[in-house]
């Protein structure tokens, strides 16, 4: 599979893994039942499974990797950031007032980890 069609497939990915997100968001703000779904529960897992596997893949084909370039280190950092707040805000947050915390907070590492992704740059300035 050629350099361009993984690049695609990885930014179709982020895409599909955020706005699946944001829509888990909303629901769990209006404490929708919709979030108690089959799919809601295993999709998440499938896009992520696949841009996870298409980051990795870019990252051999373009001879990279997080030990040696910093923006990549800042990447996965952020990513592992993302996690943990998208879990909170969507699971583990105790009170509606922390999962709104961490939902915004999400936000703000998503989009970090979308510009050092277009910046190769992890100070952004």
Known sequence: MSYAAIKMIH?????????LFSLR???MLQESAAMQ????KVMPHVVDTVLLASAITLA???HQDPIHDSWLSAKVGGLLLYIVLGMMALKYGKT???RIRALIAAQAVFLYIVLVALTKNPLLF
Do not use: E
Request: hydrophobic letters at 50%.
């Open 37 to 40: 779904r089959r799919w809601v």
């Open 96 to 98: 509606r007032k922390t």
């Open 11 to 19: 930014i179709g990915s982020v895409i599909v893994s955020y706005l």
């Open 25 to 27: 968001s909303i629901w």
């Open 60 to 62: 051999i084909r373009i």
